[in-house]
């Protein structure tokens, strides 16, 4: 039975979130997974799939490509012509996102639909692969994804129809399913097909659509998907591998000795995975910069917060979390980014956040330098406190209880970490074994 105070949040909702701040990284890239997943539904709608694997069938979609990691890894995605990491036609970001997801409960069974999504046809032999059957949604979703990187945007979409057409016929057979091209065709000759794919509304046409039926997540659904998130955000970087989990894990330990309710201590910890979501739009040479940023370079920092803010907005539900994550960069004085909200403006779960943001990050081991000790960091805090940036009892709090807080901290992020290096070493050693068979 569902608590009183639990959550309520969409599934459907979240993946429409985290596929939003994907595609930020780039204008390029912008709307393609929702582009591709409205695609994929119509296309599944046509071919009369099952309404529940049509759903995972969506969510797959707009997640296909969580596993290219930067943006010249997206960029590449693009490229109608796409190399594959061996001659069987697994693609690296296929693996890495099947890779990410498969963990999630919930994804289990739309996992395979985008390790397999660029797996062509070629007349039969795609239907399997090392004995295994490729699921038919994986190629539903490989001619959509197809079509969408076919679309310039530049253009208007009617007068491209003809060309888009004629391409995906002519690989009909070899890169397709010839059944999936031919449902194409026929969605193809309606103009309002193409209107939908390149309208502004098309999350909402998508929600409408195909998920009537919408798939819930309480508090601990969230949690576990707020993990998953934190991995996709900071597994882009060897230098910030393990940070989400660290804010997380601090911030709970900070709420509970403050003395917040057991449940809003978990939501603060949900809020500490997903508020450095917005730094999926910062590209990892900015993020893997070990010297100071630039002024330029600063400014594109400064911008996460504010797409963490305006993406997670949009899920029902999710507002205290979403303040909370939001706002971990304003400051007491209202001298913060990138609202500048003063002091009475800022909730304590912000301002609890704010000191664990802090507190993870010079603590943390980094590639290119040690975690800071003890009097060094309380050092740092104390003068931020002067300085009018953080809440003076949240920093004499962690004071108070700092050996337990960072045996938290660093527990969490140890585990993190192992989780980073079992992920690349996982998909280097797949990677490897497809090779030497398909030799």
């Given at each position: 039975m569902k608590q009183k105070q639990d959550l309520d949040v969409s599934l459907m909702d979240m993946v429409?979130?985290?596929?939003?701040?994907?595609?930020?990284?780039?204008?390029?890239?912008?709307?393609?997974?929702?582009?591709?997943?409205?695609?994929?539904?119509?296309?599944?709608?046509?071919?009369?799939?099952?309404?529940?694997?049509?759903?995972?069938?969506?969510?797959?979609?707009?997640?296909?490509?969580?596993?290219?990691?930067?943006?010249?890894?997206?960029?590449?995605?693009?490229?109608?012509?796409?190399?594959?990491?061996?001659?069987?036609?697994?693609?690296?970001?296929?693996?890495?996102?099947?890779?990410?997801?498969?963990?999630?409960?919930?994804?289990?069974?739309?996992?395979?639909?985008?390790?397999?999504?660029?797996?062509?046809?070629?007349?039969?032999?795609?239907?399997?692969?090392?004995?295994?059957?490729?699921?038919?949604?994986?190629?539903?979703?490989?001619?959509?994804?197809?079509?969408?990187?076919?679309?310039?945007?530049?253009?208007?979409?009617?007068?491209?129809?003809?060309?888009?057409?004629?391409?995906?016929?002519?690989?009909?057979?070899?890169?397709?399913?010839?059944?999936?091209?031919?449902?194409?065709?026929?969605?193809?000759?309606?103009?309002?097909?193409?209107?939908?794919?390149?309208?502004?509304?098309?999350?909402?046409?998508?929600?409408?659509?195909?998920?009537?039926?919408?798939?819930?997540?309480?508090?601990?659904?969230?949690?576990?998907?707020?993990?998953?998130?934190?991995?996709?955000?900071?597994?882009?970087s060897r230098f910030t591998a393990a940070h989400s989990s660290g804010v997380a894990a601090s911030a709970e330990a900070l709420a509970n000795f403050i003395g917040m309710s057991e449940h809003k201590a978990r939501k603060l910890k949900v809020a500490g995975y997903l508020h450095d979501l917005g730094k999926l739009a910062v590209p990892t040479e900015i993020l893997e910069k070990p010297d100071k940023l630039t002024e330029a370079e600063f400014n594109i920092i400064k911008k996460h917060t504010y797409y963490t803010y305006h993406t997670l907005k949009r899920v029902k539900g999710l507002d205290e979390i979403n303040i909370w994550a939001s706002l971990h960069h304003e400051r007491l004085d209202g001298e913060g980014y990138p609202f500048h909200y003063q002091q009475e403006e800022l909730p304590l779960g912000s301002r609890i956040m704010a000191v664990a943001d802090v507190f993870s990050a010079i603590t943390e081991d980094r590639p290119y330098r040690r975690g800071m000790e003890k009097k060094k960091v309380l050092n740092i805090l104390e003068n931020m406190v002067q300085d009018g940036a953080l809440d003076e009892d949240i920093v004499l709090t962690l004071n108070d209880n700092y050996e337990a807080i960072y045996c938290l901290r660093k527990y969490a992020q140890e585990q993190e970490t192992s989780e980073y290096k079992s992920f690349l070493q996982d998909s280097l050693a797949d990677n490897s074994q497809r090779k030497a068979e398909a030799k």
């Open positions: 429409m979130c985290l596929s939003d701040a994907m595609d930020l990284i780039s204008s390029t890239v912008n709307g393609h997974h929702q582009r591709v997943a409205y695609i994929a539904g119509k296309l599944a709608e046509e071919l009369k799939i099952p309404k529940r694997k049509r759903e995972h069938l969506i969510l797959a979609s707009a997640l296909h490509d969580v596993g290219a990691l930067s943006l010249q890894e997206r960029l590449d995605t693009l490229n109608f012509e796409l190399d594959v990491s061996d001659s069987l036609g697994l693609s690296k970001h296929a693996i890495l996102g099947y890779q990410l997801i498969d963990e999630f409960e919930p994804f289990v069974e739309i996992a395979p639909l985008v390790l397999y999504h660029h797996v062509d046809w070629e007349k039969g032999a795609g239907s399997e692969f090392r004995g295994e059957q490729i699921p038919w949604e994986s190629h539903i979703l490989h001619l959509a994804d197809r079509i969408d990187v076919l679309i310039k945007s530049e253009a208007g979409i009617l007068g491209q129809v003809d060309r888009i057409c004629a391409k995906i016929v002519e690989e009909a057979g070899n890169k397709f399913v010839p059944e999936i091209v031919e449902a194409f065709t026929g969605l193809a000759q309606k103009e309002s097909f193409w209107f939908d794919i390149t309208s502004p509304a098309r999350i909402q046409l998508i929600t409408n659509e195909f998920s009537r039926d919408k798939i819930c997540l309480g508090l601990d659904g969230l949690y576990n998907l707020g993990k998953l998130f934190s991995q996709i955000i900071d597994f882009r």
